[in-house]
């Protein structure tokens, strides 16, 4: 999601006041790879789902990394996954657009294919009418702020982000080819959501945060989770997060769970709540399982 530079200065203003009161030691930080706590026990290319695990029991990290089960992509993650495409292609196309000066009625219809083809790739009605808002708000934004900060009105314009940013996790324990959304400025991480909100989005930022800070040697202290859903129209919420002493301990902490199961191949049990969008909940036979 191209986010506007308005609520992202508004929202770094309420963080940097927060990091002031309360900063990041430097043993807690990407760059510390080395050291514990953030050098891992073992390096296991852990995805950011395996380390940072929704499942209350971790018991989904052991289901596919120990026992090997492969499970279909459910509706939310599809719907997810489709969500992203439409924002990177969009933006991706924008930017194109920006740098040859092309007209903005060609880039328009370019754009419609685009969101129409994404939409395609939706696994149910609401699917379909989210890709296409979010496609045509990316638009809208991008241009608007690329227009505006020709004008001189705006520090940095949103189009400006760098979007998909491939970063090497290895050193601090997870794989070597994450994805991160966007990245609008060097320190502010972005991640784009489609589903209800849980702590454990902010301990995903945290994990992109460590591993750009290792491979960047620069500090990521900040982060911005975007919501989209649907509900009588497109409905987008901002969060800001600052990615402070307690997420760092916190991200480490269920990494170093994660490679304790692998390694140990201890079976977890079942969950008592299990997240309605799991989509092992047919394999530890919770389908009536909800929180
Ligand atoms: S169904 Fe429940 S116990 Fe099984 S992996 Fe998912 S959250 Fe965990």
């Known amino acids: 999601m191209v986010v506007r530079t308005e609520a992202l200065l508004r929202w770094l203003r309420i963080l940097r006041s927060l990091a002031e009161g309360y900063p990041v030691e430097s043993e807690l930080r990407g760059w510390s790879w080395q050291f514990p706590p953030v050098r891992p026990r073992s390096y296991l290319g852990l995805s950011v789902q395996d380390a940072v695990s929704y499942c209350p029991t971790k018991r989904d990290v052991w289901l596919r990394r120990v026992a090997g089960v492969r499970v279909q992509p459910t509706q939310y993650m599809r719907t997810g996954s489709a969500v992203h495409d439409v ?125 750009l800070e290792s491979a960047l040697e620069t500090p990521v202290d900040f982060g911005l989770l975007v919501y989209v859903w649907w509900s009588g129209g497109l409905q987008v919420d901002l969060r800001g997060v600052y990615i402070g002493p307690d997420l760092r301990r916190m991200f480490l902490d269920s990494r170093d769970e994660a490679i304790d199961i692998i390694l140990s191949r201890r079976e977890p049990p079942n969950a008592v709540e299990c997240p309605q969008a799991c989509p092992y909940v047919e394999v530890c036979g919770r389908e009536n399982a909800r929180s």
């Open 87 to 211: 924002v990177f292609s969009v933006a991706s196309l924008v930017r194109r657009h920006f740098n040859a000066n092309q007209d903005f009625e060609r880039l328009s219809r370019a754009v419609g294919r685009v969101v129409e083809l994404k939409s395609r790739e939706c696994p149910s009605e609401e699917c379909v009418k989210i890709v296409r808002s979010v496609g045509w708000l990316t638009y809208h934004t991008a241009a608007s702020e690329w227009l505006w900060s020709g004008a001189g009105s705006l520090p940095i314009p949103a189009t400006a982000s760098l979007c998909e940013v491939r970063v090497d996790g290895s050193p601090v324990g997870l794989s070597g080819s994450l994805r991160v959304d966007s990245l609008p400025v060097p320190n502010v991480v972005v991640d784009i959501k489609t589903g209800r909100k849980v702590e454990a989005h902010e301990v995903s930022l945290t994990a992109y945060a460590l591993a």
